[in-house]
Structure formats: C-alpha cells, structure tokens
C-alpha cells in the first residue's frame, strides 16, 4: 500500500516568487492536511481538506492557500515567498473520521533565499 | 497561542529504563489525543492515541495516560530502546471541530546505549 507521497522533495525559492506543492494522499483517504515545520515551532496546521472542501483553517496569512482534487490528491501554494516562510511543510491523510491516526508524507524542505 | 505545550524539549533516558514525556493542553474542548515520532528527514509516524473518555491506553512498549482534570497527557516507553530516540509530538483532536488536529512543539527523547 503506497503511503502519502509529496512533490518534490527540497526546493529552493527566492523571496516574492510562489511555490506550489503536491501532495497524493493514501489510497481511499479523503481527508488530506497540511502542516509547516520550522525549529521550536512544532508544526503548525495550515489548512484541512475532506472531499475537495476545506474544513478548517490555521492561522496563517492569505499567501497561503491549498486545493484538493475530485481524486483527493491536494495542493499548497505559497504566493510572494518570504525568508520566514523557509520550513518543511508535511502532508497528512486520513480516511477522515475522528480517531483514525494520520500518515504523513516525507515532507517538502522550501528554503527562502 | 500554544493550546498543546511540551515544556521540555529535550530528554535522556539510559537504554532499559522508563521514559515519560510530557503534554499540557489548555482547550477544554480537545477530546481525543494522539502521539507521533518523528525521525530527521522523515514525517512523522503515528504511535498511539486515548479518547477523552479513558484515561490510559497501552500498546506493546507504548502507554499513554491522560488525567483531564489537569488537562495533562504522558506518554509512557518501558523499556526504552535506542531505535526509540527521535523526536514526540503530542497532538489533540477538537471532534466538533471537523477533526482539526493541534500539535505541541515535540519533545527530543535521546536513549544512550
């Protein structure tokens, strides 16, 4: 069973560009998350998609945004990249009840310069 | 604001001894809670998770605990092996809030051989 797949792996963006970012979730999961992660911050949750809507949302500015596809395979883009939006940034999918543990994918390491 | 805290960052343990890390949630509302370990370069793995409704959970090595009048979760490693060092993220579930799921900052557990 092939487990939450992210693209690409690294990726370096120069500040004010944007970035989009892939994530195909676990097969029969329709619910897919997002998440930064930077030192001391822990991970922070941007955004939560089930069935292309977006259920719930973090605290982050509206340079963040994400979709999600009729085949639950999700995207994030970041718009006018700035330094500190220099993270990993983790997908997690879930067949979308409450109680089901989330897998997560490798990540996406997006270094800012 | 930091619903989710692990106050110690880090954590070492002699291998074969106990580990306990340490969560403290502040939302009422958080009903279901998770562990995950993280290694470098990796996403993190879901471990273990206790609904509101009991308060320990054991699973092989792992047992969580949760004591809701202090709003205080641990979780528990006996005996702690080196392949365990990595880093533990508490997270807590708000069910009537379509699943968000919050996490704490993680706790660096280091197991000397």
């Known amino acids: 069973k092939a487990g939450v797949t992210q693209t690409p792996r690294y990726l370096i963006k120069t500040r004010g560009q944007q970035v989009t970012l892939s994530c195909s979730p676990i097969?029969?999961?329709?619910?897919v998350s997002w998440y930064q992660q930077t030192p001391g911050q822990g991970l922070q949750f941007l955004f939560e998609?089930?069935?292309?809507?977006?259920?719930n949302k973090g605290n982050f500015p509206g340079r963040f945004s994400g979709r999600q596809f009729s085949n639950s395979r999700s995207e994030m883009n970041v718009s006018t990249l700035e330094l500190g939006d220099s993270a990993l940034y983790l997908c997690?999918?879930?067949?979308?009840?409450?109680?089901?543990?989330?897998?997560f994918g490798s990540g996406t390491r997006l270094t800012v310069v | 604001d930091q619903q989710v805290k692990q106050n110690s960052p880090s954590l070492s343990v002699q291998e074969g001894r106990i580990s306990i890390l340490n969560c403290d949630y502040t939302?009422?509302?958080?009903?279901?809670f998770l562990w995950y370990k993280k290694y470098p370069a990796e996403g993190p793995t879901f471990l273990i998770s206790?609904?509101?409704?009991?308060d320990k959970n054991e699973d092989g090595r792992f047992t969580v605990f949760l004591n809701k009048s202090a709003k205080h979760l641990s979780l528990h490693i006996v005996p702690s092996q080196p392949g365990d060092s990595a880093v533990y993220f508490c997270?807590?579930?708000?069910?009537?809030?379509?699943?968000?799921?919050?996490f704490g900052t993680g706790t660096k557990l280091q197991v000397i051989p």
């Open positions: 206790i609904s509101s409704i009991k």
């Open positions: 939302n009422s509302m958080f009903d279901y």
């Open positions: 997690a999918s879930s067949p979308g009840g409450v109680g089901y543990g989330y897998t």
């Open positions: 998609y089930f069935s292309e809507t977006q259920r």
């Open positions: 097969s029969g999961h329709r619910s």
């Open positions: 997270a807590a579930i708000d069910s009537g809030g379509y699943q968000k799921v919050t």
